[in-house]
């Protein structure tokens, strides 16, 4: 049995805690923050709830890969998932899906119907899409198969990446070009990369058939259409992700594990490269054989483990690791029934089809103040507990500069917070004369909830030959884990899926 310690409550510190529990080990988790979750949690005021981080979360089925980890834990059954999908409203069309429903091509016949003089190039990037999703179907299926089977799987994918390799190290942004002519077109399956800060240039093209999951925009698109196996699924967490959140908590705890909130770790322990403990910045210090650490990579690594203990080759490592930047966030208690103006719980309004652009001026700390698009969640339309009767709890949010180029944003926050209003009232009129509560959320406020000088709110931003945090460091006995380490495959799912892995790995160095 050895005593493991994990820094930080959010869910790749809960997943890790979780299995290293399980396994029989005496687990202690430090959160800085008063309440645990980090990202992935509920806020609540006055009746109203609304989430924080993750809100249509893929992979959560019982039989795909983050469903998995909770059907290993026992506790599956403790969360209530709904699937469900999501609304697209570019800046000169919609796509939301038709009443009746068109077969699983609908949004590319749409589209074709939209620039018939693209509908060869459509039809021609939907056969390849095919072919990637069967990839990543085919892959996701090698994980879990043994013997033969996983052997005969490998060799189909070797096959099937035969038909796409010649995009291999294309960037999305060549993909595109090579596809299509209109801007408007490469808008719709480039906008996501708004979200993640990583401009078109920047990402690979094999990744772009993945962020954009048909079924994401359709619940009523069959998971399985080949025998390559199913494709990822979309749920809301009913009444919100503190249930996910709460059913790890008790897990850890009814497994002899340990949680403290109110607790920052400061720096480590460290006797000959090997990990001793940690200390808390009110100079407690508690001994441990493993550390786990997650949060902000460069913050851990250079003011708590301290760049003195690390090889100058980790230290540019490091540095090295593109991070995306924050989020602009307004929670309303609303008295207008927003279902007049939008027909499901989430959409994403895209502003602008110039994604290269508007990451660069993110980056640059320009803020769009809502221009380059946002979205819209209401998370009490799949979970009416989180309104009072005959209220809505809304959440706006967009992309937005960790800093920005000129003030702050605990000076800015009201002023931008108001431009932001003014945009959604273009998709919802007079929204401001039915306000009952607002919480407003700048990436100063998520700052302070991360514990990080930098919040990149989906950690690492994925950018071609880039990399995260490596999990197992110079260290002995320290290792890394979240959202902005090295296999993460981003998002929640892949967060939680690294935790998994890397306690895993960690288990078996013990034998
Ligand atoms: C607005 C928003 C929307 C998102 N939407 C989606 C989505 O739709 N789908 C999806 O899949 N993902 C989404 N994500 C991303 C996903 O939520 C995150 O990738 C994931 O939750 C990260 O988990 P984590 O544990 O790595 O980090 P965090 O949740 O940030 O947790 C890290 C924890 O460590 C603590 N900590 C850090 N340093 C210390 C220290 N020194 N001492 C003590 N505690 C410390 C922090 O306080 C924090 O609680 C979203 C995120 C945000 C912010």
Same mark, same amino acid.
């Given at each position: 049995?050895?005593?493991?310690?994990?820094?930080?409550?959010?869910?790749?510190?809960?997943?890790?805690?979780?299995?290293?529990?399980?396994?029989? #080990?005496?687990?202690?988790?430090?959160?800085?923050?008063?309440?645990?979750?980090?990202?992935?949690?509920?806020?609540?005021?006055?009746?109203?709830? *609304?989430?924080?981080?993750?809100?249509?979360?893929?992979?959560? !089925?019982?039989?795909?890969?983050?469903?998995?980890?909770?059907?290993?834990?026992?506790?599956?059954?403790?969360?209530?998932?709904?699937? $469900?999908?999501?609304?697209?409203?570019?800046?000169?069309?919609?796509? *939301?899906?038709?009443?009746?429903?068109?077969? %699983?091509?609908?949004?590319?016949?749409?589209?074709?119907?939209?620039?018939?003089?693209?509908?060869?190039?459509?039809?021609?990037?939907?056969?390849?899409?095919?072919?990637?999703?069967?990839?990543?179907?085919?892959?996701?299926?090698?994980?879990?198969?043994?013997?033969?089977?996983?052997?005969?799987?490998?060799? !189909?994918?070797?096959?099937?990446?035969?038909?796409?390799?010649?995009?291999?190290?294309?960037?999305?942004?060549?993909?595109?070009?090579?596809?299509?002519?209109?801007?408007?077109?490469?808008?719709?399956?480039?906008?996501?990369?708004?979200?993640?800060?990583?401009?078109?240039?920047?990402?690979?093209?094999?990744?772009?058939?993945?962020?954009?999951?048909?079924?994401?925009?359709?619940?009523?698109?069959?998971?399985?259409?080949?025998?390559?196996?199913?494709?990822?699924?979309?749920? /809301?967490?009913?009444?919100?992700?503190?249930?996910?959140? $709460?059913?790890?908590?008790?897990?850890?705890?009814?497994?002899?594990?340990?949680?403290?909130?109110?607790?920052?770790?400061?720096?480590?322990?460290?006797?000959?490269?090997?990990?001793?403990?940690?200390?808390?910045?009110?100079?407690?210090?508690?001994?441990?054989?493993?550390?786990?650490?997650?949060?902000?990579?460069?913050?851990?690594?250079?003011?708590?483990?301290?760049?003195?203990?690390?090889?100058?080759?980790?230290?540019?490592?490091?540095?090295?690791?593109?991070?995306?930047? $924050?989020?602009?966030?307004?929670?309303?208690?609303?008295?207008?029934?927003?279902?007049?103006?939008?027909?499901?719980?989430?959409? /994403?309004?895209?502003?602008?089809?110039?994604?290269?652009?508007?990451?660069? !001026?993110?980056?640059?700390?320009?803020?769009?103040?809502?221009?380059?698009?946002?979205?819209?969640?209401?998370?009490?339309?799949?979970?009416?507990?989180?309104?009072?009767?005959?209220?809505?709890?809304?959440?706006?949010?967009?992309?937005?500069?960790?800093?920005?180029?000129?003030?702050? *944003?605990?000076?800015?926050?009201?002023?931008?917070?108001?431009?932001?209003?003014?945009?959604?009232?273009?998709?919802?009129?007079?929204? %401001?004369? #039915?306000?009952?509560?607002?919480?407003?959320?700048?990436?100063?406020?998520?700052?302070?909830?991360?514990?990080?000088? #930098? #919040?990149?709110?989906?950690? %690492?931003?994925?950018?071609?030959?880039?990399?995260?945090?490596?999990?197992?460091?110079?260290?002995?006995?320290? *290792?890394?884990?979240?959202?902005?380490?090295?296999?993460?495959?981003?998002?929640?799912?892949?967060?939680?899926?690294?935790?998994?892995?890397? $306690?895993?790995?960690?288990?078996?160095?013990?034998?």
């Amino acid at each position: 049995m050895k005593k493991i310690i994990i820094i930080g409550a959010g869910m790749a510190g809960l997943t890790a805690g979780a299995y290293l529990a399980q396994a029989g #080990h005496k687990v202690e988790i430090f959160e800085q923050f008063p309440k645990i979750g980090g990202v992935t949690a509920t806020l609540s005021k006055e009746g109203f709830s *609304w989430d924080l981080g993750p809100m249509l979360i893929q992979d959560f !089925r019982r039989d795909e890969p983050a469903g998995k980890i909770l059907e290993d834990l026992g506790i599956y059954d403790k969360v209530q998932f709904l699937q $469900s999908d999501r609304g697209l409203v570019m800046p000169e069309f919609d796509l *939301w899906k038709p009443e009746k429903y068109n077969g %699983r091509y609908w949004r590319r016949d749409k589209l074709i119907g939209l620039f018939p003089s693209e509908s060869e190039n459509l039809i021609k990037y939907y056969q390849f899409r095919e072919k990637v999703q069967n990839l990543m179907a085919i892959s996701r299926r090698i994980e879990t198969a043994t013997g033969i089977s996983k052997l005969l799987l490998q060799l !189909r994918l070797f096959f099937l990446f035969q038909r796409v390799k010649d995009k291999r190290a294309m960037s999305a942004a060549q993909l595109m070009d090579e596809f299509f002519k209109d801007d408007a077109i490469k808008g719709v399956f480039l906008g996501l990369l708004a979200d993640f800060v990583t401009k078109p240039s920047e990402f690979p093209a094999l990744g772009i058939p993945i962020i954009n999951n048909e079924n994401a925009f359709d619940i009523r698109v069959p998971l399985q259409v080949t025998s390559a196996g199913p494709r990822p699924s979309y749920q /809301y967490i009913l009444g919100g992700m503190e249930k996910l959140v $709460s059913a790890f908590e008790e897990y850890i705890l009814a497994h002899g594990g340990k949680i403290n909130i109110n607790s920052p770790v400061d720096s480590l322990m460290i006797q000959k490269n090997q990990v001793q403990g940690i200390r808390l910045n009110n100079g407690t210090e508690i001994k441990a054989d493993i550390i786990l650490a997650s949060g902000g990579a460069k913050e851990f690594f250079f003011n708590v483990v301290g760049r003195d203990n690390l090889p100058p080759t980790f230290v540019d490592k490091i540095i090295d690791i593109p991070l995306m930047e $924050s989020v602009h966030m307004i929670h309303l208690g609303i008295d207008l029934d927003p279902r007049k103006f939008q027909r499901a719980a989430l959409c /994403y309004y895209i502003g602008t089809n110039d994604v290269e652009g508007a990451v660069v !001026r993110c980056r640059e700390g320009v803020y769009h103040e809502g221009k380059d698009g946002f979205l819209i969640y209401v998370p009490s339309l799949h979970s009416p507990e989180m309104a009072p009767d005959g209220k809505f709890a809304m959440t706006i949010y967009t992309i937005a500069p960790n800093k920005l180029d000129s003030g702050t *944003w605990t000076e800015r926050r009201e002023e931008f917070s108001e431009k932001l209003l003014v945009e959604t009232e273009k998709i919802i009129p007079n929204l %401001r004369e #039915h306000i009952l509560v607002k919480e407003i959320m700048t990436p100063a406020d998520f700052r302070t909830r991360t514990y990080q000088s #930098h #919040h990149a709110f989906g950690g %690492r931003a994925p950018i071609m030959g880039k990399s995260g945090a490596p999990h197992k460091t110079p260290i002995e006995g320290l *290792w890394f884990i979240g959202s902005q380490s090295d296999k993460t495959a981003g998002g929640l799912p892949g967060t939680m899926l690294h935790s998994k892995i890397v $306690s895993k790995e960690l288990l078996k160095t013990f034998l």
